[in-house]
T-cell receptor, first 111, second 115 residues
Framework: GNSVTQMEGPVTLSEEAFLTINCTYT??????LFWYVQYPGEGLQLLLK?????DKGSNKGFEATYRKETTSFHLEKGSVQVSDSAVYFCALRSAGNMLTFGGGTRLMVKP | DSGVTQTPKHLITATGQRVTLRCSPRSGDLSVYWYQQSLDQGLQFLIQ???????AKGNILERFSAQQFPDLHSELNLSSLELGDSALYFC??????????????FGPGTRLTVL
């Protein structure tokens, strides 16, 4: 079956540091890949997505590239801000329709 | 704001009780999904409806059921509640039934606490 593995958190960074959150997946077929973000006390918001190999999703300074050869979709940001503190979820969606989520990675950014 | 609405925001009840969670999808979306977020199980897919018909089932307990009405809103019914059912329940919607490229937009969630 499908599965998503994310690096465990929490990840603690200083403001303006470089961020990488690793995500690897196992899936049949050709899934679409997503990053969702959950701010404290809120629901899930789509951050970015990629629907085929080598696609790069980007939004709000965050980027992730769909790497089929390494089955990865790592999230990166060049300079994090305190306001980026949240829980980040990597997810995939294949023909089965439902999203399969990773366990989430909590990011804490200190001023 | 995703356009998906969920009510109530919070729900506190006792073991053995029954509750109903409500979701209205984004305008034009025909698919509705329910997910459960708990500390021990993470985010898990429960069930999907498309245009009133059940389309997919995930890790949904037999004590739980759902339906989607002609106006496309959906309700998730949880009965014989146990302490372990305490969780955040999310509804999501998307336009089509089986397009893996479609984004699912999530509501703000209903936090259920079973005492």
């Amino acid at each position: 079956g499908n599965s998503v593995t994310q690096m465990e958190g929490p990840v603690t960074l200083s403001e303006e540091a470089f961020l990488t959150i690793n995500c690897t997946y196992t899936a049949t077929g050709y899934p679409s890949l997503f990053w969702y973000v959950q701010y404290p006390g809120e629901g899930l918001q789509l951050l970015l997505k990629a629907t085929k190999a080598d696609d790069k999703g980007s939004n709000k300074g965050f980027e992730a590239t769909y790497r089929k050869e390494t089955t990865s979709f790592h999230l990166e940001k060049g300079s994090v801000q305190v306001s980026d503190s949240a829980v980040y979820f990597c997810a995939l969606r294949s023909a089965g329709n439902m999203l399969t989520f990773g366990g989430g990675t909590r990011l804490m950014v200190k001023p | 704001d995703s356009g998906v609405t969920q009510t109530p925001k919070h729900l506190i009840t006792a073991t053995g009780q029954r509750v109903t969670l409500r979701c209205s999808p984004r305008s034009g979306d025909l698919s509705v999904y329910w997910y459960q977020q708990s500390l021990d199980q993470g985010l898990q897919f429960l069930i999907q409806y498309y245009n009133g018909e059940e389309r997919a089932k995930g890790n949904i307990l037999e004590r739980f059921s759902a339906q989607q009405f002609p106006d496309l809103h959906s309700e998730l019914n949880l009965s014989s509640l146990e302490l372990g059912d305490s969780a955040l329940y999310f509804c999501a919607s998307s336009p089509r039934v089986a397009a893996s490229t479609d984004t699912q937009y999530f509501g703000p969630g209903t936090r259920l606490t079973v005492l």
